[in-house]
C-alpha cells in the first residue's frame, strides 16, 4: 500500500495515459487530500509497454497515388480522408474497403477520371498490405 497526496496519483495517470477514473478502483481510503493506494490491485496505472507501431494505410495510399501522378489538391478531401485511414488503422481500413473505395471514385469522377471499382479495391488493399510490412518492420528492428 501506498499513502500520497491525490496529485501524484493522478500525475502519474497522466506520465502513463490513464484517466483518473480509470485507477480510482485502487484507492482503498481517501482522508482529504491523502490517498491510500494499492500499488497490486489491477486497476493501479502501472507503466504500459511499448504502443504498437501504427499501420498507416491512408499514408501508403497517397503513396501509390503519387506513384501515378494523382495527388492532394488543396480543395480535395484526400488528405484528411488518409488521415482518418491512419488514425483508424489497417482493420478498419480493411473492413470498411468499400466505403474507401467510394472515396476514390468520389474523387475520381471530380477530377474527370476513369475509375474501376475492382481496381481501386486493389489499390487499397495493396496500400494496407504495404502498411502492416512497414508496421511490422518497424516491430522487428
Known sequence: MITCH??????????????????????TKQKGDLWVI??????????????????????????????????????????????HLDKMGCQWTRDNIETVVDWLAEESKKRGLPFIRMAGRGLVMAAVKLAERKAQSSVSV
Open 6 to 27: 491525490k496529485d501524484n496519483l493522478i500525475a502519474r495517470c497522466r506520465e502513463r495515459g490513464y484517466t483518473l477514473e480509470e485507477v480510482m478502483p485502487c484507492v
Open 38 to 83: 494499492d500499488e497490486t490491485h489491477e486497476s493501479y496505472p502501472h507503466a504500459r509497454g511499448p504502443k504498437p507501431p501504427q499501420c498507416l494505410a491512408g499514408t501508403q495510399l497517397k503513396g501509390l497515388l503519387k506513384r501515378v501522378g494523382i495527388t492532394a489538391d488543396p480543395d480535395c478531401s484526400c488528405n484528411a480522408r488518409a488521415e
